[in-house]
């Protein structure tokens, strides 16, 4: 069965860093783009950042870009997502989708449970 397992939230203060991980299992994790996507209190879940499986191809949401970095390890089957400059506007609850394409959610098949990142000003 797929798992997509985040980890790597928590509080920190406006400017501050943090990296989250997810570890894939049960997908063919060097053939699907992978994707972290976003949800604070009361909004849409949003796109952040994709990566295609080979030749690191990557997207970022506007909010995000110079600020976030999405990698992969093909070998670990895991993905990352390293967070600098944080602001308080970046407080979410961050997922980890597995199999799809660009920044919208709908185009994902797999969903991990979600880490919650909390930045305070």
């Known amino acids: 069965q797929v798992q997509l397992v985040e980890s790597g939230g928590g509080s920190v203060q406006a400017g501050g860093s943090l990296r989250l991980s997810c570890a894939a299992s049960?997908?063919?994790?060097?053939?699907?783009?992978m994707g972290w996507f976003r949800q604070a209190p009361g909004k849409e879940r949003e796109g952040v950042a994709s990566?295609?499986?080979?030749?690191?191809?990557?997207n970022y949401a506007d909010s995000v870009k110079g600020r976030f970095t999405i990698s992969r390890d093909n070998v670990e089957n895991t993905l990352y997502l390293q967070m600098n400059s944080l602001k308080p506007e970046d407080t979410a609850i961050y997922y980890c989708?597995?199999?799809?394409?660009?920044?919208?959610?709908?185009?994902?098949?797999?969903w991990g449970q979600g880490t919650q990142v909390s930045v305070s000003s």
């Open positions: 990566i295609v499986p080979f030749g690191g191809q990557t």
């Open positions: 989708a597995a199999c799809g394409n660009g920044l919208a959610k709908s185009n994902y098949k797999y």
């Open positions: 049960g997908i063919t994790y060097n053939r699907c783009t």
